[in-house]
């Protein structure tokens, strides 16, 4: 079992869009550590020939028809939007300026 | 007429139908005891008052003009706050989400609607259902009605809180790993987890998809199974709904008889570490079920020792792909000071908006998921979880029904495990092999610790799509505890405030 540095979980928050602070990272590199080492106890079990489970259901593939149907009003859900311009979602620069 | 707030929803149910009372009346006098005494549980993130009695008159309305309506119109409930109600905030008990106002109704929400159940409002959860106390809230904590300095379990605290403290009849909670029997074991109520498929998932924001379960709360079984009726059955708009008839919960729950019941201990789930007063109440109801007629014998789930590696697994993973939604962008916080890149803005809102707990989730999954660890955490994991499904597979072919504590121990107190994530998921150790199974299970109380006077919980697990069959051994232990106790045992939970 690896311990986990500041430097991994500065990864997994990188990974995950998180900008944790510098004094996260010592607390959370602890607690993941403890957190691991525990879980890892699945590695102690025999699963050779297990078909891994994803779901209880057993269900597959489940369709319907593809009709038409009325969809949510645009209004209401921009009124929860963080901004909207010309009934749209307005987001931050995704592209850089050259 | 009695305190309303005191009565069952079977006997709200009665009086409304006689029409000795009103939805409108019943709905005040469940919302002025929330204005008066929630400020010491703090149940509730949003009492929608307007719209409760808007609900309640629509229900009194139909009534006066002969409408055919369900059996519980105009009964109160209070709703987590992870399914969205439209129009009113849902937050899942975290800032991201703060001022968002869901613009449609999740399928749970539509039936409760149409059986003219009146919410009240939306009640205290952890954070996206992550925790077991209901203190990762980024709202408030929510405490104990059987003793304010305790936790009231989690994640759904706020509704098992509401329903212990006589502010509704009904709740609705849901469970990833526990969050409902556990919350209902640790204040002395009722609270089930249909088998997986069997209530609609369309509306509730997910945590981790292949376990998240809505299921109802209630101070008697039979409350319960009502609820629990209206609830479930097909819906075309979750694919993992099942379409088969819904088990037959109420009729289950009114049997009151367990004679020739195979009944399995669950060996794995009791001993040391888990305290004595818990113990000893599960002990005396096995002792009691052997009384009433049922055959009980141990049994083992040997995988089961591995559910809590499995589920710490699994869930995170599950977590960290559903909450990637929440990047500021299309609802919710933006943290954005009109300068930073898109990128930016997402590390940023979703540093803020998520909580601690929250965030180690994430992690946690971000982890298992990521390539090199992946074969031996998740898919390991996933391996491991079909196992422990196998295992309670097979016991069910030797017993109808399983047992188990709900939890470890009753309520702790406030702040006790906030700062150490293991100690609080101790706290699941029982409640999740039924829920990596899919399988229902609900928890009944079965007494006070001895300890502490503080509340425990039987757990009762059936087999996949026989939600019936848990009902009907909680139906039989609460007539019978009743007959005992000569009452509930949350009527012997001390008065609030002072408040009879």
Redesign the interface.
Known sequence: MSRITREE?AN??R???????ES?LDE?AQ??E???E????????S?KD????????G?VN?F?EDVTKES??RE??L?????SEDDR?R????L?EE | MSDLTKLSAVELSSELNKGSVSAVEVTKAHLDRIDSLDKSVQSFLHVDKTGAIKQAEEVDKNRKENKKVSSLAGVPLALKDVLTQQGVPTTCGSKILE??????DSTVVKRLKSAGIVILGKTNMDEFAMGSSTENSAYFPTKNPWDLTKIPGGSSGGSSAAVSAFFAPLAIGTDTGGSIRQPAAVTGIVGAKP???GVSRFGLVAFA??LDQAGPFARTVLDCAMLHEVMAGHD?LD??S?NQPVPDVVSAAKLQDVKGMKIGIIKELGGDGWQTGVLNRFNESVELLKSMGAQVKEISIP?SL?A???Y??IAPSEA?SNL?RF????????V?DGN?????????T??KG?GKEV??R???G???L?SGYYD??Y?????????I?QDLTNAFKEVDVLISPTSPTTAWGLGERVNN??AMYLADLATLPPSL???PAMSVPIGLADEDKLPVGLQIVAP?MNDDRMYRVGGAIEASLKTKWNGLLIDQAPALGGAK
């Not at chain 1, 987001?91 to 995704?94: E, H």
């Not at chain 2, 898919?379 to 196992?387: G, N, P, S, T």
């Open positions: 979980v997994l928050a990974l995950a869009r998180l900008d944790l602070a996260e959370y607690q993941l403890i957190i691991l525990s879980v890892a106890k699945v590695g102690e079990v699963t297990v078909k891994p489970m994803s779901h209880a259901t269900l489940i319907r949510l009003k209401e859900i009124r929860s939007a963080p901004a979602f987001v931050p620069r995704i850089d | 001022g968002w106002i869901p613009p449609y088998s997986y498929g998809s292949s075309p694919s993992t099942i995988h591995y809590l590696a499995t710490y697994l960290s990637a990047d500021g962008m299309r609802y919710g916080l933006r954005d930073l890149s898109a990128e930016e803005v997402m590390n940023k979703r540093e998520f965030k180690r994430i992690m946690i971000t982890y298992a990521s031996a955490y898919a390991q994991a996933q391996k491991v979880r079909a196992l499904a994530p293991m199974a899919g399988i996949f």
